[in-house]
Structures are given as C-alpha cells and as structure tokens.
C-alpha cells in the first residue's frame, strides 16, 4: 500500500510560482495513476492535473492549462505540480492522490472517486 505526504505549498502573490511534491513510500507508487486535486471550503474535491503510471498520459482542468505541469519521477517515488503564474482563484488545499486499482491502467480516471489513497493536503494561497 502506498502513502503518499504532499509539500510545497505556501504563499505567494499573483503572477508568482510554486511547485508541490508528493513523496511516495510503500508499494504500488510506479504502477499507479497519480493525480493532484484542489479544494476550498464549501466545494467539492476538483481535478487538478493527472498522470498515467507511465507518465505518458496526462490530463488537465481547463482552468489551469498552460501554467501547470504535473510530472512523476517513479525511480525516487515523486509526483510533482509545477504551477506558474499563480491566479488569485488558485488557492486551495492541495491533495496528492493515487489510483492504484487497477495497476498499470490502460485508461487515465479524473474523478476524485476513482483515487483511493490521498495524502493531508498543502494550503496553497495566493494574496496580494
């Protein structure tokens, strides 16, 4: 089973960047697809960014295309969001999360339901 443990957050203002790291431990990191979603008080768990166990597939919200990048490095057990020009709407909680059933999965799942182990989330906050 795998665990998963997000850093990377903080704040900074509009324009700025951060990435997040999500470090991995245990079994089933490198066949597993890995996403990062975001969430705000009175709203629902959202996709951010995610990415097939290969690392071939990726997926991302529209609200974030273009300024983030959600990579892997499956030899050190490491997921990443890299996340330019940071928009006030991007402050959220930041939660890794992996869908590890079934392995090595020929098809990319977006929807929070279909990740079954997520980490404690990094507050990420954009201000002025």
């Known amino acids: 089973q795998v665990q998963l443990v997000e850093s990377g957050g903080g704040l900074v203002q509009p324009g700025e960047s951060l990435r997040l790291s999500c470090t991995a431990s245990?079994?089933?990191?490198?066949?597993?697809?890995m996403g990062w979603f975001r969430q705000t008080p009175g709203k629902e768990r959202e996709i951010v960014a995610a990415i097939s166990w290969s690392g071939v597939r990726t997926h991302y919200a529209d609200s974030i295309k273009g300024r983030f990048t959600i990579s892997r490095d499956n030899a050190k057990n490491l997921l990443f969001l890299q996340m330019n020009s940071l928009k006030f709407d991007d402050t959220a909680a930041y939660y890794c999360?992996?869908?590890?059933?079934?392995?090595?999965?020929?098809?990319?799942?977006?929807?929070?339901?279909?990740?079954?182990?997520w980490g404690q989330g990094t507050q990420v906050t954009v201000s002025s």
């Open positions: 245990g079994r089933s990191f490198s066949d597993s697809d």
């Open positions: 999360a992996a869908d590890t059933s079934p392995p090595y999965a020929l098809e990319l799942d977006v929807a929070p339901a279909d990740y079954d182990i």
